[in-house]
């Protein structure tokens, strides 16, 4: 099995077994969902009406949804530490290495260099464009949280020097990486996906790039401009803004080159893979072990020394000394990230996907609408987007029997399309978006889960489309 698919398969094969060893419900299914929803529903109040800290919550509704259900006092936070590890794990070394070349952006002065180009070549009116067009680039290859610390620094400074709302830059932002995130492969839902239908992984990325860039098109400069009324959020001044003329900065061209290192990577081992499947040779290694995302990001952080901060007049005890300070911002967003992970994990382990599953398994549905609200139902149940996308394929296949292989693809977008459906609290990224952009609960879920929605349904109708054309 070629490098990268490798790769993705051990994550898929992980959540999997994870989900195997699961601990068997323990409540019957009316006691089971009404717990899951107190459980949600006390996130919600300990945050925006408490003002206890999003870690504290997640911890203590995880614990109350546990014993809820029977879980014996003495397990019942297994499921959260369990979560809250394989979370950390996949998610914390990759924030903490983008915080370090967002941090060296700003530092050098780079970031500065990059918004400067974008306002000369740009009005503020196709600013969500081209932001959504250039997170659109980046996530082709690149996981969702990834392209998230590492587009935020931009995105927020973006909007403090022309002063918008974070949100009307943000939002196009997250809609350019999560629709690449959730319709084309090597990302890991979509994958999985193929590999579990056996479909045509080119023909799923013929379609899914194309109804991707549209979506991201509808959401970036259309539908974000009304979401971000309903958080008026400003980036604070930063006196880092302020350059001093003499100071030396890092060339433009530098400056892209460092923040599409680690696409570039991935991007080209991607392409490797599709294109030589069966070859083996030392340099098809090589670029395999430099599109892990972790090792391209390791990559690039040491580039960025040498093309961000030397070239800004920085000394090497300077650059040191940025890396060490990118790390104390960051504590706090991934403690909550991985409370989300615990607070999704308990839910997986309690048999809320199964029941949600069952539920929607009773409706006699075509097999893309099926594959869409069973992936829709178990992401708004679990917050994870692969393991929704395992689960609902796991109960449509049998729907795929005889399809040819253009509606086995399309199937595959639709259960993608399904498993991006209402980021909310069970969500780690929606944590992401709330911390990083300076909102209340409230706020992310007026934009970033409607607007997850939004595209969702939208991606669904371009889906049912091409459908009936082809």
Known sequence: MPILRRMMMSNIETLAAGAAKAAPVVASTPRLITWA????????????WAKVHPFIALLVSSLTLAIGVGVPATKSMESFTSGFGSTMGGVGALVALGAIVGNLLLESGGANT???????????KLLPLLVALIAAIIGIPMFFEIGVVLLVPL??????????????????????????????PPHPGPLAVVD????????????????????ILVMGPVVSPILARFAPVYAPEDDSDEQNPNRPKPKGFMVIVTILLPVILMLLNTVCEIALPNRHTPL?????????????????????????????????????????GSFAPIAGVLLIVGAGGGFKQTLVDIGAGGVVAKLAGALSLSAFLMGWIVAALIRMATGSATVAALTAVGLVSQLAVGL????????????????GFLSH????????????????????????????????????????CCWVIF
């Open 37 to 48: 929803l107190i459980a949600i529903a006390l996130i919600v109040l300990l945050i925006a």
């Open 114 to 124: 990059l918004v400067d180009r974008l306002l000369q070549v740009s009005n503020k």
């Open 155 to 184: 995105a927020l400074l973006i909007a403090r020097r022309s002063k918008l709302p974070v949100m009307l830059i943000g939002l196009p932002m997250l809609f350019g990486l999560g629709e690449m995130h959730a319709l084309v």
């Open 196 to 215: 579990a239908l056996h479909a045509d992984l080119g023909l799923t990325m013929m379609f899914g790039l194309p109804i991707a860039l549209l979506l």
């Open 284 to 324: 098809l290694s090589i670029i395999g072990f430099l599109g892990t995302p972790l090792v391209a990001l390791l990559v690039t952080v040491i580039a960025a020394f040498f093309t961000l901060g030397l070239p800004g007049g920085m000394s090497w005890k300077r650059i040191m000394d940025v890396v060490g």
């Open 404 to 419: 040819d292989p253009v509606h086995l693809s399309l199937l595959v977008l639709a259960i993608g399309l399904g498993s």
């Open 425 to 464: 609290v069970n969500d780690a990224g929606f944590w992401l978006v709330k911390e990083y952009f300076g909102l209340t609960v409230g706020q992310t879920f007026k934009t970033w889960s409607l607007g997850s929605c939004i595209a969702s349904v939208l991606g669904l109708a371009m889906v049912a």
